[in-house]
């Protein structure tokens, strides 16, 4: 079997044939409903920066290692739900995550609005991602006034 890790050192979440889910998330509910014939995706997102105060979602994520990696969906949902949507690109497994650790990151989608087309990369460290996302929230803070 193709034994992927995740970035976690776990052992990677895979759909082996016959649909037993080998990681600790209970994927069970995803891999009947692809079962189903119908011209549909069942889609996860990676995570949803969310407001404590506020309950309002800020930014919608997908964590990938793959530059490549697909986010017209992404945008969509970004767009109809006038939102932050970001492509974070992290570095393989065996690395320590702290504010040194290298990453690159695309906005998809800017305060409900869309870049379609070649992705603008920002290089830098969690650290610098951890500054972007201050100022996402900071934008946000002054909502509650
Ligand atoms: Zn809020």
Redo the contacts with the bound molecule.
């Keep these: 079997m193709n034994e992927q890790r995740s970035l976690f050192g776990e052992p990677a979440k895979t759909h082996p044939p016959g649909g037993h889910y080998r990681g600790k998330t209970d994927r069970r509910f995803q891999d009947y409903h692809y079962t189903w014939p119908a011209d549909y995706w069942y889609i996860d997102l990676d995570g949803v920066e969310v407001?404590?105060?506020?309950?309002?979602p800020l930014i919608l994520y997908e964590v990938s290692r793959d530059v490549e990696k697909p986010t017209s969906i992404l945008a969509n949902i970004g767009e109809r739900a006038a939102l932050h949507a970001v492509l974070i690109i992290v570095p393989n497994g065996g690395v320590e995550f702290d504010d040194s650790t290298p990453v690159q990151w695309a906005w998809i989608v800017e305060d409900g609005v869309a870049h379609r087309g070649m992705r603008t990369w920002n290089r830098g460290t969690l650290g610098d991602w951890r500054a972007e996302v201050d100022s996402v929230r900071a934008e946000?803070?002054e909502?509650?006034r």
């Design positions: 407001c404590q105060r506020c309950r309002q946000h803070k909502t509650h």
